[in-house]
């Protein structure tokens, strides 16, 4: 019988774990323009866009993201683009993100104070221009460590990307133990993974939190 | 060719839906409400004088927080057998999300229970109470209800989470709907009602847990 020594295992996980960062980066930028996008609509005056864009908030937020990888899986076919467990982990994850941060920098525009909203207004600025010169940049400073907080969480939601066929570090793992009959050591390695790419994260999100009491 | 949408096939399939969704409701209850318990041990132990107990728990929330469910999950079915620990499906469907809850939780009760003011402990300990009577009866109740809309998040979070538990054949909602497809070959229509299945429990614990809120602490929950 082949022998499978602890440097065969790790190598091999520690290959696959970059297919895990790629795509939360992916997940990451993409989840975040479209966050954003999602974050004008939510606070927009225009009130179809307000109510369409909670929709859309409330549903991701209210199902479970393997439900969404899996709708995205099979609906992405029916409009005819050909999918593939990537550009289904890729979408799935990117529209989760979006949901979530839109959310997130909800809270923070509307934690900057009315009177800002009314001054810009009284200098006839529109929607645009007082969210571009007044408000975003405000919110944008106590938004920072929530977001740095929740992309632990798109870190994370990668490992259920496994389920549908992408070959990440989890779906490795589970490819290493039907090889190898060692699930203890390589699902704990798996984990060891996750943690070395998470816990610097919710790290510095926490610095970062702690700086922002100090300057505030 | 247009692809034609067949929800009536589904109602062949009721009763395995219905069986996930209690499954599902079932493995969340239980979770819960252990998974609190552990949560509020953990956080007292984390506020705690005691340092290497402190410690030991806060060890404990930063691994779980920082790994994926899915991996727990795993790691409890398929790694713990190699320890002579093997567990059922639910068994070990359920003991991944008591320790998944019992870190979030933890980390919430502290929350909250940092946030008393020393003056009611003080107030507590003039009275001639014991630590753990103060606890009890001075920091834990209004820490729950402040915290209470943050557990409430939390609570349906692994909910949802459960999902990912018909990777080890436990046969919740997901593991139905998996099931289903296998047979009608609609992968569409199962996993869309699926989907809103989990929407209506989503809404329906949110619900619960505010009425609970509202029976538990008389003067009403701080709202987030």
Same mark, same amino acid.
């Given at each position: 019988m082949l022998e499978f020594t602890l440097w065969d295992i790790l190598s091999n996980l520690l290959l696959a774990a970059r297919w895990t960062v790629l795509l939360s980066l992916i997940a990451f930028v993409s989840g975040g323009v479209a966050g954003l996008l999602l974050l004008l609509a939510r606070v927009s005056p225009v009130p179809p866009l307000r109510v369409a864009a909670r929709l859309f908030i409330e549903v991701f937020q209210g199902t479970p993201l393997l439900m969404q990888l899996f709708i995205v899986f099979f609906a992405l076919p029916l409009i005819g683009i050909e999918t593939t467990a990537w550009t289904a982990a890729a979408v799935g994850l990117t529209l989760f993100t979006a949901a979530y941060l839109a959310e997130i920098w909800r809270g923070c525009?509307?934690?900057?104070?009315?009177?800002?909203?009314?001054? &810009?207004?009284? #200098?006839?600025?529109?929607?645009?221009?007082?969210?571009?010169?007044?408000?975003?940049p405000q919110a944008l400073r106590i938004a920072v460590p929530p977001t740095v907080g929740f992309s632990v969480q798109v870190v994370k939601g990668t490992a259920v990307t496994s389920i549908i066929g992408f070959v990440e570090v989890t779906k490795a793992g589970t490819m290493i133990t039907n090889a190898t009959f060692q699930p203890f050591l390589v699902y704990g390695l798996v984990g060891l993974i996750y943690f070395a #790419?998470?816990?610097?994260? &919710?790290?510095?999100?926490?610095?970062?939190?702690?700086?922002?009491?100090?300057?505030? | 060719?247009?692809?034609?949408?067949?929800?009536?096939?589904?109602?062949?399939?009721? $009763?395995?839906?219905?069986?996930?969704?209690?499954?599902?409701?079932?493995?969340t209850a239980v979770s819960t409400v252990l998974g609190v318990a552990l949560g509020i041990g953990g956080a007292a132990a984390r506020t705690s004088t005691v340092k290497p107990l402190a410690v030991l728990v806060g060890a404990y929330v930063e691994l779980i927080?920082?790994?994926?469910?899915?991996?727990?999950?795993?790691?409890?079915?398929?790694?713990?057998?190699s320890l002579g620990i093997r567990l059922a499906e639910w068994q070990a469907a359920v003991l991944a999300m008591v320790?998944? #809850?019992?870190?979030?939780?933890?980390?919430?009760?502290?929350?909250?229970?940092?946030?008393?003011?020393?003056g009611q402990i003080e107030a507590g300990a003039s009275l001639g109470m014991t630590g753990p009577q103060i606890f009890r009866y001075v920091v834990l109740g209004p820490a729950m209800a402040k915290i209470w809309p943050a557990?409430?998040?939390?609570?349906?979070?692994?909910?949802?989470?459960?999902?990912?538990? &018909?990777?080890?054949?436990?046969?919740?909602?997901?593991?139905?709907?998996?099931?289903?497809?296998?047979?009608?070959?609609? $992968?569409?229509?199962?996993?869309? #009602?699926?989907?809103a299945l989990y929407l209506a429990l989503a809404v329906g614990l949110r619900w619960v847990f505010s009425l609970m809120g509202r029976r538990m602490f008389a003067k009403g929950v701080s709202r987030a």
């Open positions: 525009v509307e934690a900057v104070p009315k009177g800002q909203w009314e001054a &810009s207004a009284s #200098l006839a600025l529109t929607f645009g221009e007082q969210m571009r010169h007044v408000i975003l #790419l998470c816990y610097p994260l &919710s790290l510095s999100a926490k610095a970062l939190e702690r700086k922002l009491n100090v300057a505030r | 060719m247009a692809y034609s949408f067949d929800f009536s096939s589904l109602l062949d399939h009721t $009763p395995v839906l219905v069986d996930g969704v209690v499954t599902t409701i079932g493995l927080r920082n790994t994926p469910f899915l991996v727990q999950l795993f790691f409890i079915f398929f790694g713990l057998p320790i998944n #809850l019992g870190a979030y939780s933890t980390e919430i009760i502290r929350a909250g229970i940092e946030a008393t003011p020393k557990l409430t998040s939390q609570v349906v979070i692994v909910m949802l989470g459960s999902s990912v538990c &018909s990777q080890i054949a436990a046969e919740e909602l997901s593991f139905a709907a998996n099931f289903i497809q296998s047979r009608n070959f609609r $992968p569409f229509e199962v996993y869309f #009602l699926a989907t």
